[in-house]
């Protein structure tokens, strides 16, 4: 999906890693499990960046090849959001996109030819809000 590392949270990386080992999951070989293989998971007292686009996230990208940009939230399966800024974290697109920060660009796979995807802005973080709002130790 992307060369350039990746960062989780501890809470989002143990919320996808319950995704894999569940039913939820249907195919074991997906690639959230590589990219989870391959991450950076921050320490459980990191305050996470603004700028990481993490579960639950609304991020804006641009689709390098068309110059299109919208906004889309990376969501959990089954997760309520507009339909047409939800994205799935076990879809590619939301696959490809988790744990990376603002200015990477991913490739996204998809009918016979592959997609450059560039992060261009981290509009709203939950856990970039949270953790804002915890006192420094």
Request: hydrophobic letters at 45%.
């Amino acid at each position: 999906m992307t060369e350039t590392p990746i960062y989780l949270s501890r809470y989002d990386h143990s919320r996808l890693r319950d995704i894999l080992d569940s039913a939820t999951c249907a195919n074991p070989a997906h690639g959230l499990a590589g990219e989870l293989g391959r991450a950076i998971v921050l320490p459980a007292h990191a305050r996470v960046p603004a700028t990481l686009a993490t579960v639950d996230s609304r991020v804006l990208i641009e689709n390098l090849g068309t110059g299109e940009i919208r906004e889309v939230a990376l969501v959990l399966p089954g997760h309520s959001h507009p339909a047409d800024v939800a994205v799935s974290v076990l879809e590619d697109l939301g696959t490809a996109l988790l744990g990376c920060s603002v200015g990477d660009v991913v490739t996204v796979p998809g009918n016979g030819r592959a997609t450059s995807m560039k992060l261009l802005r981290v509009v709203q973080s939950p856990l970039a809000g949270a953790a804002a709002r915890l006192p420094v130790n």
